[in-house]
């Protein structure tokens, strides 16, 4: 039975609520995670998780309750700064629970508090929006208030770019709907499917409906509109962890229950989650070129009181907090923003970047798409491309960072070293049985798999840190020793860093990548492949992530006229070098007719252009075997006298070809 609150016609108001998850329950972001929650990540210097709750109170939600499972304190001990604290139009709830594993443990234990009422959002806190939730809650209640089994409303995001859910680290989903109600009938991850030769849907799907819309251009936000039914749904099921895997399809393949779930679909906004490196990295530049309005880097809402968190906002989005010292050589390009107290030195270029607060960039640094949190210091002619440089991390003279690379908490990379591409570093050093990184569900998989032994230099797992106390760990010596390395001077006890990936003089132990180079591509904070194919909006030319035209952004489609063309030039080029008769060369261009079902005109056209093309030196797309058939220079047309004798033969060969 339905609560109170939420029954037609109650007369009680129901506040609005939101569950926010405070912990991603995955390990996409390893071994970063290890130290700290991923939703306290800066996103453009400004914590995950302050964009969401920035959205909710905007959106009038009234109470909050936010589940802390991993680093609890450190999501407790933000959420006490006075920013939220005295917060007065809405209240947070913190609930603790280091004992969850996944977000279906964190559900049941907000069904067993008994404090939802009425329907509520779901959400986690790595979700940056701008969408009118009043409207999506407003059609998500009429909705229930004609069917009191519509228990859940997805928000999907419409894109008519196929490229955009590669550009945003997401996987391809078939997504089955009622196109008149907009019933969830149906929802299928592709990229798991890949194996299968073809997708099956159920029969009985269309008894009660004409027709059904199978689309693959919705991008799913991971914004949930539930019901109060769905809290107890999680905890009837134990077997439900996963909302999106286990929950949706379990509801599905109950039908018999009578539960229905619907999509809403909005085509304009913006809403994603930040779910891997190569979302981190496509989020970041939308909200450079300001597509997360009015959540944006130089808006107060984002900052507090705290009057050190001024941005000025510069041409081509560069943004500039107060106290920058940029060196009169040094470049900040489009799409970069440096945090206070920050320096510059002379000839560094900066494009496309986000520098924290307190960074020291030496003298001719070249940066490119990295994300560089506080305290960081870059040496004199280092080079990074695409990297995470974490909190209190050095990068010595002259030492490079390739694309993808991740580099975490205090890690120190040695003069002129080279990290290689998609090399993951931190001073947490794992077993070597856990050899790489595919388990997207559960956090804790990675940490609880760290060495822990009183020789190891690696720091105990999450749940054993609060366990051991006051008794100094192993992380210490670790610290220390990269501490005493960044300031030039050997350690006081000695330990043995992968000189490979940090170089000598560096400090950090290599951390397993994800294996499959699929994988790499696709969740890699570097760009993917092909750059400029992508953009957050498909619609405009103007302000896109890759600043490109929109002719550039749609799908590639082969033109088979142009293949026919090129399969008759080569037939023909083949019998003039061959130095075939004539009458061979009619078969060889019939049996290319017969087999394209195309008429003798089409092939004679083809022809006579390729002749044509004899009198021009070789185009570019032309294989060298033909090459020397083609003129070595373009040809005079101011002469009066012009030699034809080469044409005899091919003019020859296409009249008789059309005879026949």
């Given at each position: 039975m339905a609560p109170l609150a939420d029954m037609p016609g109650s007369e009680t108001k129901s506040v609005l609520s939101a569950i926010l998850l405070a912990d991603s329950f995955a390990q996409s972001f390893a071994p970063v995670t290890l130290e700290k929650p991923k939703m306290l990540l800066p996103l453009v210097n400004v914590p995950m998780m302050d964009y969401t709750l920035e959205w909710l109170a905007a959106s009038g939600v009234e109470e909050v309750f936010v589940v802390c499972c991993a680093h609890s304190e450190q999501v407790k001990a933000h959420l006490a700064s006075p920013k939220w604290s005295q917060q007065k139009a809405m209240k947070l709830h913190i609930f603790i629970s280091t004992s969850c594993l996944s977000a279906g443990e964190a559900l049941r234990l907000m069904d067993q508090k008994d404090l939802i009422?009425?329907?509520?959002?779901?959400?986690?806190?790595?979700?940056?929006?701008?969408?009118?939730?009043?409207?999506?809650?407003?059609?998500?209640?009429?909705?229930?208030?004609e069917d009191r089994n519509a228990i859940l409303t997805m928000v999907?995001?419409?894109?008519?770019?196929?490229?955009?859910?590669?550009?945003?680290?997401?996987?391809?989903?078939?997504?089955?709907?009622?196109?008149?109600?907009?019933?969830?009938?149906?929802?299928?991850?592709?990229?798991?499917?890949?194996?299968?030769?073809?997708?099956?849907?159920?029969?009985?799907?269309?008894?009660?409906?004409?027709m059904i819309s199978l689309r693959t251009d919705l991008l799913d936000t991971r914004i949930y509109i539930c019901a109060p039914d769905v809290l107890m749904l999680f905890s009837d099921n134990f077997d439900y962890q996963n909302i999106e895997h286990d929950f949706i399809s379990g509801v599905l393949s109950e039908e018999e229950l009578g539960n229905t779930m619907h999509v809403h679909e909005v085509e304009s906004g913006f809403a994603c989650q930040v779910r891997n490196l190569r979302s981190y990295d496509a989020i970041s530049r939308a909200v450079l070129q300001r597509w997360s309005f009015p959540f944006l880097v130089d808006s107060g809402s984002l900052h507090g009181a705290d009057p050190a968190s001024k941005y000025s906002f510069k041409r081509q989005n560069s943004y500039r907090e107060q106290h920058v010292k940029v060196a009169r050589t040094a470049v900040v390009g489009r799409d970069s923003a440096v945090g206070n107290g920050s320096s510059l030195d002379e000839g560094t270029q900066?494009?496309?970047?986000?520098?924290?607060?307190?960074?020291?960039?030496?003298?001719?640094?070249?940066?490119?798409?990295?994300?560089?949190?506080?305290?960081?210091?870059?040496?004199?002619?280092?080079?990074?491309?695409?990297?995470?440089?974490?909190?209190?991390?050095?990068?010595?003279?002259?030492?490079?960072?390739?694309?993808?690379?991740?580099?975490?908490?205090?890690?120190?990379?040695?003069?002129g070293h080279q990290?290689?591409?998609?090399?993951?570093?931190?001073?947490?050093?794992?077993?070597?049985?856990?050899?790489?990184?595919?388990?997207?569900?559960?956090?804790?998989?990675?940490?609880?798999?760290?060495?822990?032994?009183?020789?190891?230099?690696?720091?105990?797992?999450?749940?054993?840190?609060?366990?051991?106390?006051?008794?100094?760990?192993?992380?210490?010596?670790?610290?220390?020793?990269?501490?005493?390395?960044?300031?030039?001077?050997?350690?006081?006890?000695?330990?043995?860093?992968?000189?490979?990936?940090?170089?000598?003089?560096?400090?950090?132990?290599?951390?397993?990548?994800?294996?499959?180079?699929?994988?790499?591509?696709?969740?890699?904070?570097?760009?993917?492949?092909?750059?400029?194919?992508?953009?957050?909006?498909?619609?405009?030319?103007?302000?896109?992530?890759?600043?490109?035209?929109?002719?550039?952004?749609?799908?590639?489609?082969?033109?088979?006229?142009?293949?026919?063309?090129?399969?008759?030039?080569?037939?023909f080029l083949r019998c003039?070098?061959?130095?075939?008769?004539?009458?061979?060369?009619v078969i060889e261009l019939n049996g290319l007719k017969i087999a394209e079902d195309r008429t003798f005109a089409d092939c004679a056209r083809h022809v006579f252009a390729s002749i044509l093309d004899?009198?021009?030196?070789?185009?570019a797309m032309c294989k060298a075997e033909y090459e020397s058939l083609y003129q070595s220079s373009v040809p005079d047309i101011q002469s009066q006298v012009q030699s034809t004798t080469p044409l005899h033969y091919h003019i020859s060969m296409t009249c008789c070809y059309a005879a026949t």
């Amino acid at each position: 039975m339905a609560p109170l609150a939420d029954m037609p016609g109650s007369e009680t108001k129901s506040v609005l609520s939101a569950i926010l998850l405070a912990d991603s329950f995955a390990q996409s972001f390893a071994p970063v995670t290890l130290e700290k929650p991923k939703m306290l990540l800066p996103l453009v210097n400004v914590p995950m998780m302050d964009y969401t709750l920035e959205w909710l109170a905007a959106s009038g939600v009234e109470e909050v309750f936010v589940v802390c499972c991993a680093h609890s304190e450190q999501v407790k001990a933000h959420l006490a700064s006075p920013k939220w604290s005295q917060q007065k139009a809405m209240k947070l709830h913190i609930f603790i629970s280091t004992s969850c594993l996944s977000a279906g443990e964190a559900l049941r234990l907000m069904d067993q508090k008994d404090l939802i009422k009425s329907d509520f959002v779901l959400m986690g806190g790595d979700v940056i929006s701008n969408l009118d939730l009043t409207t999506i809650i407003s059609a998500h209640k009429k909705r229930r208030a004609e069917d009191r089994n519509a228990i859940l409303t997805m928000v999907m995001q419409s894109s008519r770019n196929v490229k955009h859910k590669c550009w945003a680290g997401e996987s391809e989903v078939l997504v089955a709907l009622d196109p008149l109600s907009s019933r969830l009938l149906r929802l299928e991850d592709l990229d798991s499917s890949k194996q299968k030769k073809h997708l099956t849907l159920d029969a009985h799907n269309f008894s009660e409906r004409d027709m059904i819309s199978l689309r693959t251009d919705l991008l799913d936000t991971r914004i949930y509109i539930c019901a109060p039914d769905v809290l107890m749904l999680f905890s009837d099921n134990f077997d439900y962890q996963n909302i999106e895997h286990d929950f949706i399809s379990g509801v599905l393949s109950e039908e018999e229950l009578g539960n229905t779930m619907h999509v809403h679909e909005v085509e304009s906004g913006f809403a994603c989650q930040v779910r891997n490196l190569r979302s981190y990295d496509a989020i970041s530049r939308a909200v450079l070129q300001r597509w997360s309005f009015p959540f944006l880097v130089d808006s107060g809402s984002l900052h507090g009181a705290d009057p050190a968190s001024k941005y000025s906002f510069k041409r081509q989005n560069s943004y500039r907090e107060q106290h920058v010292k940029v060196a009169r050589t040094a470049v900040v390009g489009r799409d970069s923003a440096v945090g206070n107290g920050s320096s510059l030195d002379e000839g560094t270029q900066v494009t496309c970047s986000v520098i924290g607060r307190n960074c020291h960039i030496g003298r001719g640094v070249r940066m490119d798409g990295c994300y560089l949190q506080d305290n960081v210091r870059v040496g004199d002619g280092a080079q990074l491309t695409s990297a995470m440089v974490c909190e209190g991390a050095v990068i010595m003279h002259d030492a490079v960072v390739h694309p993808g690379c991740v580099i975490s908490f205090q890690v120190v990379i040695g003069a002129g070293h080279q990290v290689p591409a998609h090399t993951r570093i931190s001073l947490c050093q794992i077993q070597s049985n856990h050899s790489s990184m595919v388990d997207e569900d559960v956090e804790y998989s990675a940490a609880g798999q760290i060495a822990a032994s009183p020789n190891s230099a690696s720091p105990i797992s999450s749940h054993h840190r609060g366990q051991r106390g006051g008794i100094p760990g192993p992380k210490g010596i670790a610290k220390e020793a990269a501490k005493a390395l960044a300031q030039g001077r050997a350690p006081e006890v000695a330990v043995e860093f992968d000189e490979e990936v940090v170089g000598t003089g560096g400090a950090g132990f290599a951390w397993p990548s994800p294996a499959d180079l699929q994988e790499q591509r696709l969740h890699s904070i570097s760009l993917p492949p092909n750059p400029q194919q992508y953009s957050w909006d498909s619609d405009s030319d103007e302000g896109s992530v890759a600043d490109v035209q929109q002719d550039h952004m749609e799908p590639v489609v082969q033109d088979t006229e142009a293949l026919f063309k090129k399969e008759v030039s080569e037939t023909f080029l083949r019998c003039v070098k061959m130095g075939y008769d004539q009458d061979l060369a009619v078969i060889e261009l019939n049996g290319l007719k017969i087999a394209e079902d195309r008429t003798f005109a089409d092939c004679a056209r083809h022809v006579f252009a390729s002749i044509l093309d004899l009198c021009l030196p070789p185009p570019a797309m032309c294989k060298a075997e033909y090459e020397s058939l083609y003129q070595s220079s373009v040809p005079d047309i101011q002469s009066q006298v012009q030699s034809t004798t080469p044409l005899h033969y091919h003019i020859s060969m296409t009249c008789c070809y059309a005879a026949t």
